[in-house]
Each structure stands twice: as structure tokens, then as C-alpha cells.
């Protein structure tokens, strides 16, 4: 008997197999079920795939349990500290971090892709003013299909490279527009002279009849969120890009689709929902009503920015923008009084029973929607800035997908529980 195996019998057959056990570099070993309905007939069962591994990747590892997130290897924290976004995007793609000329050419190359064709900025006036930005987002992000034929051929290297060049550096540029068009407002070009978070700043604040200065704090604390951001390993949107793409479907296609995934409150659409319920929590004094509720099982109230599938005792890239957060706080003199809720919900939330039983600490959307109302941006735009973040996790992920040996589209099976076979009843007699 194998000695990395698990033996699995069919009480009703008595059937037995050998199921193999793989283990990764990190991170709990897997058993290895591809051939389990073949041998006996049988599927797994996991909602939500709390306990399925759906792919082998390189790229990012988390362990919930002791707070570790590692890009390609190196500690978050480590990189928060010494690198940037775009020298991320450039390790998360190509898998090294780069070397002084490999990064000034990425670098050229990426604020060389930033503008988009003109044709795509006419899209924006086919929106209704009203749109959430991520709205719009959905609907730009999979038009770059129908704009960039010559690098569409997944299976061409140069192709799909050209493809994760384009969606890192015409990101920014789509989704200050979606903010821009929102408020009857010019659509500004990007300024290739200007670093990434600068760049994107100067499209979503400044106006063509004055100039504009760039706080180095606020594009700093920008560069660190757009960074946080940047992978996750198999999280809903990056499974989501991983299974679009499965059926060969184009990169931004499937990034659309990424997209799509990550507006909803569970998951990027967090840090929005966190500052909706400050607002809604309105006062200190309501706070023990609010967690009250959140504890409530017949309540559907939750404490948004709370509680991680994977994380269970914190969030390490909660850790890193809670100490961004209160730097910025205290640089900009920002004087708001839904922080002063947010950090007595802060503490009272990590001294609560039901809180600490249930491992549910404050997560990165937490501060980062209080990170981002301290920058002025708009609170419709902070899912936005995750999806900007999170789009070289979602093409790194995709990329590695689409060149791996075996290629097979990504169709889960069920358990059917529905009526038994029966027939038609024509409709006079029902
Ligand atoms: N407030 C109150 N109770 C909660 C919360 C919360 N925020 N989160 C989980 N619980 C309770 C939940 O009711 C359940 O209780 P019980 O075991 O008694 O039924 C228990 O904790 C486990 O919750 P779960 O929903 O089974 O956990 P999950 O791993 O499926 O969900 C989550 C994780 C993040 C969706 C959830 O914690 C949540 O809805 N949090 C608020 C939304 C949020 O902040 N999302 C951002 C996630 S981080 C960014 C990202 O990676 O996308």
C-alpha cells in the first residue's frame, strides 16, 4: 500500500481504493480524487470548496491559520515595506522579482499601454450618469475584446503577454473614466511621466483649467493598497477568471468576468459596504446595538470588514494598511466622525466572546475603506481600486491556467436533487 495514500472503501459495494496524496511546497497535502469516479463511481460533495483544491499554482500562499500571505514566495509584509505595485505585478507575472533594467523597461512599457482607443471612450456616454463605476467596469473591461485583436491568440506567448500588459496599465485609465463620465466630467489621458497610483490620482482629480499636486502620502498609501491587493490565490474572482478561461475564453473576457465576481459585498464589494454601515451605525452610542445584531442569527446584519474564509486568527494585509490607515489619518489631519466608529467598533469587535470564538477579526476591506475615505476617494470607487489591484492576480493566475499541461475546461458535477424522471403532462390536464 502506497505509503502518501488514503484508502477509501464504498460500504455499500465494498469497493475499495487508493486514493494518492500530493503535497505542495506549503499548506495542507491533497488527496488526489481525479480518478475517484472512475474507480468507484462516485463524486465529492464540497459547497463552496471549503476543503477542494482546484488547481496546483506557484503564484501565491496563504496560511489562514498563521496569518502568512506569500506573492511567488516572498512575505507580504516584506514586500509592503521595499517594493511596489508595479514591481509586484512584474513578480506575480513573470515569476522573479526583476532586475534594475528588467523593472525600467516593464515599467516603460506599462505607462506606454496606458491610454485606450477612442473608440472604447465613446462607450462611457452609452452609460446612465447614475451607474456604479463597477458597473461600468463590467462592461469596459470585456469591450477591450473587441478593441485588441492582435493580442487575443491564448495560445501565443508574446500574445497573452501583450493581453496582461494592456489590462495593467489601461485599468486605471477605465475605471477613473467610469468616475469621471459619473460626475459629467472630462475624460483626462494619462500622464506616462507619472508613477501608476500617481498617474491614476491625476486621472480621477484633476481638471484641465488648473493644475493639480499629487500628495506623496496619498499616492504612497494608493501604491500600498493597489500592492495588498494584488493576488489571493483561488478566491471567488480569481477562480472565476480561472474557470472563464478554462474554456479558452479571451483574457479580458475573462477578466470581465473577475470583475463581475468580486463586486459582490462577500467579497470586494466589502470596503464600500464597510463605510455604508459606519454611516448607517451613525453614532458611538449605537454600536452595541449594531454588534448586538450582527451576533443575532435571525438578523441578516453582518459586521462588514469582518471575519475571512481564510484567515483565522488575522488578516496580515489587514495588519499592514491598519498602520498605513492611522499614518494617513494623522498626516492628513483628517477629521471625520465615522473613524472614531471604526475604531471603537474595532476594539469593542476584538474583545467580543462571539467574535473572538469565531476567529472573526477585522479584514484588509476594513481598513481599507477607511483608508480610502481618508484619500477623498469616493466610496463607489473602492471596489474599483480593488479591481485595479487585483487585475494582475487575475492574469497571472489565467496565464498560468492556460499553459499548463493538461487543459480542461472546468465543469463541476452535483448532486441532483430534484423530481425523479417523469413525464409530460399536457397542459389541459394539469
Ligand atoms: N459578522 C457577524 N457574524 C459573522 C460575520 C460577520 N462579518 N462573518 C461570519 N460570521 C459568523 C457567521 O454567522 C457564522 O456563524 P455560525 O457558525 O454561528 O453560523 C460564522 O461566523 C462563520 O461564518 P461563515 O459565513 O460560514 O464564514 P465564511 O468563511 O463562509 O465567510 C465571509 C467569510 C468573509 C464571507 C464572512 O465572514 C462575511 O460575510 N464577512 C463580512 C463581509 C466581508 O468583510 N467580506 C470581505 C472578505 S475579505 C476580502 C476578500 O478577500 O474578498
Known amino acids: 500500500m502506497p505509503k502518501d495514500s488514503v484508502t477509501i472503501t464504498d460500504n455499500s459495494t465494498g469497493k475499495t481504493i487508493e486514493i494518492p496524496i500530493r503535497r505542495g511546497t506549503h499548506g495542507p497535502a491533497v488527496m488526489d480524487v481525479s480518478g475517484l469516479y472512475k474507480n468507484l463511481g462516485i463524486f465529492t460533495y464540497d459547497p463552496g470548496f471549503l476543503s477542494t483544491a482546484s488547481c496546483e499554482s506557484d503564484i501565491t500562499f496563504i496560511d489562514g491559520g498563521k496569518g502568512v500571505l506569500l506573492y511567488r514566495g516572498y512575505p507580504i509584509e516584506q514586500l509592503a515595506e521595499h517594493s511596489s505595485f508595479l514591481e509586484v505585478c512584474y513578480l506575480l507575472w ?60 491564448i495560445r501565443d506567448e508574446r500574445s497573452r503577454e501583450i493581453s496582461a500588459h494592456r489590462l495593467i496599465a489601461k485599468m486605471p485609465t477605465i475605471a477613473a473614466w467610469a468616475y469621471r463620465y459619473s460626475r459629467g466630467e472630462p475624460l483626462p489621458y494619462p500622464r506616462n511621466n507619472l508613477g501608476y497610483a500617481e498617474n491614476f490620482l491625476h486621472m480621477m482629480f484633476s481638471y484641465p483649467s488648473e493644475d493639480y499636486t499629487i500628495k506623496p502620502v496619498t499616492a504612497k498609501a494608493l501604491d500600498l493598497i493597489f500592492l495588498l491587493h494584488a493576488d489571493h490565490e483561488q478566491n471567488a474572482s480569481t477562480s472565476t477568471v480561472r474557470l472563464a478561461g478554462s474554456s479558452q475564453a479571451n483574457p479580458f473576457a475573462c477578466v470581465s468576468a473577475g470583475v463581475g465576481t468580486l463586486w459582490g459585498p462577500a467579497h470586494g464589494g466589502a470596503n464600500e459596504a464597510v463605510i ?59 477629521d471625520d466622525p465615522l473613524f472614531e466608529i471604526a475604531m471603537r467598533l474595532e476594539e469593542i469587535a476584538l474583545k467580543d466572546e462571539y467574535f473572538i470564538e469565531k476567529k472573526l477579526y477585522p479584514n484588509v476591506d476594513f481598513y481599507s475603506g477607511i483608508i480610502q475615505r481618508a484619500l477623498r476617494i469616493p466610496t463607489s470607487m473602492f471596489t474599483v481600486i480593488f479591481t485595479i489591484g487585483r487585475t494582475i492576480g487575475w492574469i497571472s493566475q489565467w496565464g498560468e491556467m492556460i499553459t499548463e499541461k493538461v487543459q480542461r475546461i472546468g465543469r463541476p458535477r452535483q448532486l441532483y436533487i430534484g423530481e425523479a424522471k417523469r413525464d409530460y403532462v399536457p397542459m389541459d390536464q394539469r
Open 276 to 334: 455604508k454601515m459606519l454611516e448607517q451605525i451613525e453614532d458611538v452610542k449605537n454600536i452595541d446595538k449594531y454588534v448586538a445584531k450582527a451576533k443575532d442569527h435571525n438578523d441578516p446584519f453582518r459586521l462588514m470588514g469582518f471575519g475571512h474564509r481564510v484567515y483565522k486568527n488575522y488578516d496580515p494585509r489587514a495588519k499592514i494598511i491598519r498602520k498605513a490607515c492611522l499614518e494617513v489619518l494623522e498626516e492628513l489631519k483628517v
Open 94 to 153: 513573470y515569476g522573479a522579482l526583476p532586475t534594475k533594467d528588467q523593472f525600467e523597461k516593464f515599467r516603460w512599457i506599462i505607462s506606454h499601454h496606458t491610454m485606450v482607443h477612442e473608440g472604447l471612450r465613446e462607450f462611457y456616454s452609452g452609460f446612465r450618469r447614475d451607474a456604479h463605476p463597477m458597473a461600468v467596469m463590467v462592461g469596459v473591461v470585456g469591450a477591450l475584446s473587441a478593441f485588441y485583436h492582435d493580442s487575443l491568440d
